[in-house]
């Protein structure tokens, strides 16, 4: 079965660090760039960034909002995609998704996991 | 950052009805290769969001065909030909055109 599935998340303090696992399942993971999406508690959608594919050298992308205290890595051997997050804040709170980019020229996210939720509070 | 706005917020619509959904970018989502990264996403209450459309009017794998997508530049528009039950929930249009990515604020589809 094609899926994401996400874990990792959980209750963290402010200014503490979590990281966050996706692991791909049938479908050629180390072809993809793959993003992070995040959905605060009754909102929309928030873009938080992209890790490129080895072809591309594994280089990312971030939001202004994130930049400078998240990080994005992958393992192609084992497909999993991580997301390293320090410094958390309140307004980091989301359910965070994992997603697939299509193939080049597509700009698109067609694949998503269902998400976990990163609650930061004291 | 190219801002995404959707109308409208709600949609009240009447099964078997048609739902006609707005957004507009803040400047032109045209890439340097040509294409517009313009696609829509359908989320159910409780689920990750759901690929409808990409490049404005292409209907992604097992999308039925009464979901279609239009526009050019900076509008676009996402129509429904019959609503049925299965399509409430919120809509989204995003632009991958440009970094960072942008989502507009979602458009809530609810049967009257």
């Known amino acids: 079965e094609v899926q994401l599935v996400e874990s990792g998340g959980g209750l963290v303090q402010p200014g503490g660090s979590l990281r966050l696992s996706c692991v791909a399942s049938?479908?050629?993971?180390?072809?993809?760039?793959m993003d992070w999406v995040r959905q605060a508690p009754g909102k929309g959608l928030e873009w938080v960034g992209r890790?490129?594919?080895?072809?591309?050298?594994?280089?990312?992308e971030f939001a202004a909002s994130v930049k400078g205290r998240f990080t994005t890595s992958r393992d192609d051997s084992t497909n999993s995609l991580y997301l390293q997050m320090n410094g958390l804040k309140p307004e980091d709170t989301a359910v965070y998704f994992c997603?697939?980019?299509?193939?080049?020229?597509?700009?698109?996210?067609?694949?998503w996991g269902r998400g976990t939720l990163v609650t930061v509070a004291s | 950052d190219i801002v995404m706005t959707q109308t409208p917020l709600s949609s009240p619509v009447t099964l078997g009805q048609p739902a006609s959904l707005s957004c507009r970018s803040s400047?032109?989502?045209?890439?340097?290769?040509?294409?517009?990264?313009l696609s829509w996403l359908h989320q159910r209450p409780g689920q990750p969001p759901r690929l409808l459309i990409y490049?404005?009017?292409n209907r992604f794998s097992g999308v039925p065909d009464r979901f279609s997508g239009s526009g050019a530049g900076t509008d676009f528009t996402l129509k429904i030909s019959r609503v049925e039950s299965e399509d409430v929930g919120v809509y989204y249009c995003?632009?991958?055109?440009?970094?960072?990515?942008?989502f507009g604020q979602g458009t809530k589809l609810e049967i009257k």
């Open positions: 890790t490129r594919n080895k072809a591309n050298s594994y280089t990312t």
């Open positions: 490049k404005i009017s």
């Open positions: 400047q032109s989502l045209v890439h340097s290769d040509g294409n517009t990264y």
């Open positions: 997603a697939r980019k299509g193939g080049p020229r597509t700009g698109y996210l067609d694949l």
């Open positions: 995003m632009q991958g055109s440009q970094f960072p990515l942008t």
């Open positions: 049938g479908f050629t993971f180390s072809d993809h760039y």
